[in-house]
């Protein structure tokens, strides 16, 4: 079966960092592109950051010149660095994979998604 694990949320002052790790793992052929997104309480899930299996990465305005996306294709792995953090960041992160190729779901794929790790920026 193909599962997302995310890992590396907690709690961190403003003005601290976290990193996120997401890892897919199973039967994968492919994946077209891998996400973080974060819903806040009263918010709607939004869009953090992308990148591509070619490595291209777009970013929401609200994180642009603090948060960096990369990942590994060998490993199905995407990360998420976080720096300079600010309380209106405090969400559960969610990561995506946009149609993830495998036999079963050959050849549409499918998006799939982790449980979420929670990240609290507090003083």
């Known amino acids: 079966q193909v599962q997302l694990v995310e890992s590396g949320g907690g709690l961190v002052q403003p003005g601290g960092s976290l990193r996120l790790s997401c890892a897919a793992s199973?039967?994968?052929?492919?994946?077209?592109?891998m996400a973080w997104y974060r819903q806040a309480p009263g918010k709607q899930r939004e869009l953090v950051a992308q990148?591509?299996?070619?490595?291209?990465?777009n970013y929401a305005d609200s994180v642009k010149g603090r948060f960096t996306i990369s990942g590994d294709n060998a490993k199905n792995t995407v990360y998420l660095q976080m720096n300079s953090l600010k309380p209106e960041d405090t969400a559960v992160y969610y990561c995506?994979?946009?149609?993830?190729?495998?036999?079963?779901?050959?050849?549409?794929?499918?998006?799939?998604w982790g449980n979420g790790t929670l990240v609290t920026v507090s003083s």
């Open positions: 990148i591509t299996s070619g490595g291209s990465t």
């Open positions: 199973g039967r994968i052929i492919s994946i077209d592109a």
């Open positions: 995506n994979a946009d149609r993830l190729l495998t036999r079963s779901n050959w050849p549409y794929g499918m998006d799939y």
